[in-house]
């Protein structure tokens, strides 16, 4: 398969180079594609990177690992890419005079029935600090300066639980978030032991879990080992694009959910709208008009439902910045549309 001197040449130089760009392409995604389908695994423990904001995803893992939904071409390259980032984010830190020691170091706690590694520690002034890596996408690295912002984000709140669940096993006082945006900038964010946030966030959410387990498990053995009914599953929690959208088991979960009363049904035309909108987005004309169609209908609603697709909603404030003077606070109402059968979201205001 790799090039040889003696092959024959063929075309002009031009279009030979059109073909290696299409066939870099074409090998790329065919490796991604046979690595997106491996068999899935049942995990031995909670792993601290799987602290989820639902108990029941967390469930899902143990319950149903097999129905786990492969990864997209596309999300094993990121996650290659992120593995690469924090090579090359200890390398760097190797360089400037801080090589990291302890270097994936597990943690596993019976009582928790949690288990997971840190990135590594690096030694200043005579004590150890914990640091694990993470890549954020460009926008979201921009957005978190603080440990309040991870906490403001139900997705990044993920590794917060991780860093602290570590932070707690280990009685450490202190650690860090070292994150990249992957175009090479950086943030140091330090990470306190919050014991309340440790305690509802990783400890009673264990607890809750394991002791999910062990009723499905009791109840199983007394069915013959047959699923004993979803009602033993934890709750669903209320629909929320940044937990659910990225959900392994949204297709086992969601074909039953009803999102709660809370819910907007809306006239089937909106899922028309919804799934045109999705197709037009490149096309921006058409696709601010019907924005605007869509609005009118979803606008106050903080879920609407339509067909296969949900739309979430919430009224923001945005203070501009400077030159802007005085700056002048406006509101306006955020809404995120999702086809449940594909990862797509689409933002708009
Ligand atoms: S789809 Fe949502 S509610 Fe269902 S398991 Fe996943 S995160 Fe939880």
Redesign the pocket.
Known sequence: MSPSVSETLTGTPTQNAHALAAELSARRLKRLAQEATKAPWKPRRIYASGL???D??MV?AFTAWDQKEPFAPEGVAAMQDGQMEEQIIVRELSSDGFPPVETQVSMDDDRLWLTGKIDGKIMWNGRKVPFEIKRLKPFAFDRVKTFEDLKANPFLMKYLRQLTAYLYLHNEEAGLFILSDGCGKRAYLVVELDMAFAETEVVQRCERVKAALNRIERLSASVGGQWPGDQYLPD??P??SK??GF?S??T???PQ?NFGEGAHMAEPELAEKLKRHLELKPLVAEADRLKQEIKAVVEGKEITLAGGYVVTGKQVTVTPKPPTTPPKPYSFWKWEVQALETPETVKAQ
Do not use: A, E, G, H
């Open positions: 989820s904001s639902c029941r995803q899902y669903r929690i629909y929320d937990v659910c959900c088991w949204k086992t979960c969601l959910v």
